[in-house]
């Protein structure tokens, strides 16, 4: 009887082990499953924006027809549908000044295009001295130093606007009313909270009756907030989301 007994429990336990092992298992595939189908959309969404990217880059180098191809573009540098909006806004509307906040690429393409329309210069705010040096080269490899200007504006605390650290304005020269296009991309949002709210009321007096800003990055949620709280600083200025991978907010002031 005894025996029984021993073998009863036995073979419970062995049948509840194996169970617990299998619902471990299912449970295990089951989470899986999860994951692989978020993997599955995540893949699908970048091979959209890959061929997007991919053919915004063409119309780009058809555009801009460079001497030297252009350094590596996305992740720390601008997407080429930002860069090919911001091209194509040159060569239509030509402004005679355009200021940057942040350097790189983005200066190179708007250089490029003042120097296809014959007229223009770029000021680019570049916190970093290094990044502002790489940009130099980058410029000079391309025989756009006439074009572009990159300043060093290393970031320091506005006292206007406490808790805002922003580009140094020390060594901009004298551009009051004479800015025609503002492309923003910078600095990063490691500055501070909000780090790019500060390019609408410090650059202000330099805009013109016309001027253009382009603000990149705009689907994140910082850059939402800073167009929100812009557009509710001063009721003539209007917005319109441009569907670039990383967003791009174009703004303007109603005449
Ligand atoms: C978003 S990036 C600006 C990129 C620029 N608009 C372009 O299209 O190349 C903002 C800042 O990051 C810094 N930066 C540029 N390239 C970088 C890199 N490869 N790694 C880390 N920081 C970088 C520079 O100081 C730059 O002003």
């Not at 053919?55 to 992740?75: C, K, M, V």
């Not at 239509?92 to 490029?112: M, N, Y």
């Not at 410090?202 to 929100?228: G, N, P, W, Y």
């Given at each position: 009887?005894?025996?029984?007994?021993?073998?009863?429990?036995?073979?419970?336990?062995?049948?509840?082990?194996?169970?617990?092992?299998?619902?471990?298992?299912?449970?295990?595939?089951?989470?899986?499953?999860?994951?692989?189908?978020?993997?599955?959309?995540?893949i699908?969404?970048e091979?959209?924006?890959l061929?997007?990217q991919?053919?915004?880059?063409?119309?780009?180098?058809?555009?801009?027809?460079?001497?030297?191809?252009?350094?590596?573009?996305?992740?720390?540098a601008?997407?080429?549908?930002?860069?090919?909006?911001?091209?194509?806004?040159?060569?239509?509307?030509?402004?005679?000044?355009?200021?940057?906040?942040?350097?790189?690429?983005?200066?190179?393409?708007?250089?490029?295009?003042?120097?296809?329309?014959?007229?223009?210069?770029?000021?680019?705010?570049?916190?970093?001295?290094?990044?502002?040096?790489?940009?130099?080269?980058?410029?000079?490899?391309?025989?756009?130093?006439?074009?572009?200007?990159?300043?060093?504006?290393?970031?320091?605390?506005?006292?206007?606007?406490?808790?805002?650290?922003?580009?140094?304005?020390e060594?901009?020269?004298?551009?009051?009313?004479?800015?025609d296009?503002?492309?923003?991309?910078?600095?990063?949002?490691?500055?501070?909270?909000?780090?790019?709210?500060?390019?609408?009321?410090?650059?202000?007096?330099?805009?013109?009756?016309?001027?253009?800003?382009?603000?990149?990055?705009?689907s994140?949620?910082?850059?939402?907030?800073?167009?929100?709280?812009?557009l509710?600083?001063?009721?003539?200025?209007?917005?319109?989301l441009?569907?670039?991978?990383?967003?791009?907010?174009?703004?303007?002031?109603?005449?």
């Amino acid at each position: 009887m005894l025996w029984f007994i021993v073998l009863n429990i036995g073979v419970t336990v062995l049948v509840l082990t194996i169970a617990g092992l299998i619902f471990h298992k299912v449970r295990k595939i089951h989470l899986a499953s999860y994951d692989l189908v978020d993997k599955i959309s995540e893949i699908h969404r970048e091979s959209k924006w890959l061929y997007a990217q991919m053919q915004a880059f063409h119309s780009l180098d058809r555009l801009l027809q460079l001497p030297a191809p252009l350094p590596t573009l996305r992740g720390w540098a601008a997407s080429p549908d930002f860069l090919l909006e911001i091209a194509k806004y040159v060569l239509e509307a030509k402004p005679e000044t355009a200021l940057e906040c942040s350097s790189g690429c983005s200066t190179v393409v708007l250089a490029r295009s003042m120097q296809l329309n014959g007229e223009g210069h770029v000021y680019g705010l570049e916190h970093d001295s290094t990044y502002a040096a790489i940009t130099r080269r980058e410029l000079e490899r391309q025989g756009l130093m006439e074009w572009a200007t990159i300043i060093d504006a290393p970031l320091v605390e506005m006292k206007d606007l406490p808790g805002h650290r922003w580009y140094s304005l020390e060594s901009l020269p004298h551009l009051d009313n004479l800015v025609d296009m503002v492309v923003i991309d910078g600095p990063p949002m490691t500055a501070c909270n909000l780090a790019r709210y500060p390019a609408f009321p410090m650059l202000k007096h330099t805009f013109s009756d016309c001027c253009r800003i382009f603000l990149d990055d705009a689907s994140r949620s910082d850059e939402k907030e800073i167009v929100a709280r812009w557009l509710k600083s001063d009721s003539k200025w209007m917005a319109r989301l441009i569907n670039c991978e990383k967003g791009c907010a174009m703004l303007w002031k109603a005449q």
